[in-house]
């Protein structure tokens, strides 16, 4: 059973405007990859904005802002069940008490759900990974092993790629396989990009077992402390997610026209972060890392020759 707190519980960042049934929802967070983008077709915009803003609402609320654990929980307990009275109909029955943060969001959502039908249990899924960061940071955890990380993964990220090719019809074992492997790549690049802001915050995603095999203390991570040892560790981790990326790469060559070359674009961010994540050239214990405008340059000649 979710628990629902009482609307004066409820603690919700700033969210974007309610909408029109044919608006499409801006994207205003820095991401480096293409969210429905203009190379996105048409009539797919608005359902991936929905699905963006369905996931970037869940995350802020996981991380966002200085409420307490337990009041993060309860509010995505909350936008849980509000999803799912949502997409019971087309969003217009929501209660009063629904912030209005969230229902322009879970709104867009349904109207879109209405037309495409998204399997309930991976949005779920999604919400189901945000709690878990709320608990395991709070709990200070640390993730084992790579399959518990990937387990992780499974639940953060993959979904976002499924949903996407169930919009395109696409749902053949090896292509879910290759958009799950771009997934988790991407999620793994963002781990490794954040290490120093997510390791201060508790959120510990280099695995014991890796730290181990680089001799890399916890005390040396939560120092922020660069030396050969946690260089070897993250060339370690960037090989794992470039592995991973080239794996589901041919996954662009499924999807026709522009949403090909979207994702040609999604897939050259992710390998263009990589190239620039690593030492000595750059040290995610000290700085965050964005691309710049020759970047993309970059991404677009070698979105070329995939």
Request: charged content about 20%; aromatic content about 6%; overall charge neutral.
């Amino acid at each position: 059973m979710h628990v629902k707190p009482s609307p004066a519980a409820v603690s919700t960042p700033p969210g974007p405007p309610l909408t029109e049934p044919g608006e499409v929802l801006p994207v205003t967070h820095y991401e480096n990859f293409p969210v429905a983008s203009w190379l996105c077709p048409a009539h797919l915009r608005a359902p991936i904005a929905a699905l963006y803003h369905f996931a970037r609402t869940a995350d802020d609320l996981a991380d966002e802002g200085s409420v307490s654990p337990e009041q993060r929980l309860a509010d995505l307990r909350a936008y849980r069940s509000h999803l799912h009275r949502a997409l019971a109909g087309d969003g217009s029955g929501l209660p009063d008490s629904v912030p209005a943060a969230w229902r322009g969001v879970l709104q867009a959502l349904a109207r879109q759900h209405a037309v495409w039908q998204w399997p309930l249990s991976l949005l779920d899924d999604l919400l189901d990974a945000f709690e878990q960061d709320v608990v395991w940071t709070q709990a200070q955890r640390h993730y084992p092993d790579r399959p518990t990380l990937l387990d992780y993964c499974r639940r953060s990220a993959n979904p976002v790629g499924r949903l996407v090719l169930h919009l395109h019809g696409v749902q053949d074992a090896p292509a879910l396989q290759q958009s799950d492997d771009i997934c988790t790549a991407l999620q793994l690049i963002n781990f490794w990009q954040d290490l120093r802001q997510d390791i201060p915050r508790g959120r510990h995603y280099l695995t014991d077992a890796d730290c181990l095999q680089h001799g890399v203390s916890r005390a040396e991570l939560q120092a922020l402390q660069s030396a050969p040892a946690t260089q070897a560790l993250i060339q370690a981790q960037l090989d794992w997610a470039e592995a991973l990326m080239r794996r589901g790469a041919p996954l662009v060559h499924r999807l026709p026209g522009r949403a090909g070359w979207e994702l040609r674009l999604v897939v050259q961010g992710g390998l263009q972060v990589i190239r620039r994540l690593r030492p000595p050239q750059a040290d995610p214990l000290q700085r965050r890392l964005k691309l710049r405008r020759s970047d993309y340059a970059r991404m677009l000649w070698h979105s070329l020759w995939m």
